[in-house]
Antibody
């Protein structure tokens, strides 16, 4: 079965760090465009970061310099390292696959994880 | 403020058709055929309904269709059903950023 399972969310104090993991099954992470998308409570979707199959990475301005996306091919897992966390980073974080458009900057996220909640609060 | 503008809410009765608009600029919706639409039920992950303006992924009902005119993309749902009640988000490629942009979302209520 093709699926994504996120782990690593939780309650963290402002300024702290957290690493989210997204384990994939049924397909190969490194062959696809993989992204993190977040949704603050009661708000809309925000594309946070992407890692393309060739290894290029991009970030939203709101997280640039603080978040790092990466993947471990041996574990078929996607990661999001989040540092210097702020209250405004509070959100459900989804990992998502785009295997359809394969066009950098476009998105057609056909597989999503269930999401993991990150709460930044003192 | 979202880069793409969607109505906050739309409603319709079972069996009717509704259309949700998504307005951008020539730098995103109007300039490229990379508009996607997602459906999200409460507490659930989004689901891809339309990609590249008008293409449906396998398994998505043909009651869902997408189109574009100028800087505005549209999602039309025909034969409205109770299970269609959800939030809908559009997204587009943009030349202004390395990442695409989302609309603010539209809540569809089936009366």
């Amino acid at each position: 079965e093709v699926q994504l399972v996120e782990t690593g969310g939780g309650l963290i104090q402002p300024g702290g760090s957290l690493r989210l993991s997204c384990a994939a099954s049924g397909f190969t992470v490194s062959s696809n465009y993989m992204s993190w998308v977040r949704q603050a409570p009661g708000k809309g979707l925000e594309w946070v970061s992407v890692i393309y199959s060739g290894g290029s990475t991009y970030y939203a301005d709101s997280v640039k310099g603080r978040f790092t996306i990466s993947r471990d091919n041996s574990k078929n897992t996607l990661y999001l390292q989040m540092n210097s966390l702020r209250a405004e980073d509070t959100a459900v974080y989804y990992c998502a696959r785009d295997s359809i458009t394969m066009v950098q900057g476009a998105n057609a996220f056909d597989i999503w994880g269930q999401g993991t909640m990150v709460t930044v609060s003192s | 403020q979202s880069a793409l503008t969607q109505p906050a809410s739309v409603s319709g009765s079972p069996g009717q058709s509704i259309t949700i608009s998504c307005t951008g600029t020539s730098s995103d919706v109007g300039g490229y055929n990379y508009v996607s639409w997602y459906q999200q039920h409460p507490g659930k992950a989004p689901k891809l309904m339309i990609y590249e303006v008008s293409n449906r992924p396998s398994g998505v009902s043909n009651r869902f269709s997408g189109s574009k005119s100028g800087n505005t993309a549209s999602l039309t749902i025909s034969g409205l059903q109770a299970e269609d009640e959800a939030d809908y988000y559009c997204s587009s490629y943009t030349s202004s950023s390395t990442l695409g942009v989302f609309g603010g979302g539209t809540k569809l209520t089936v009366l």
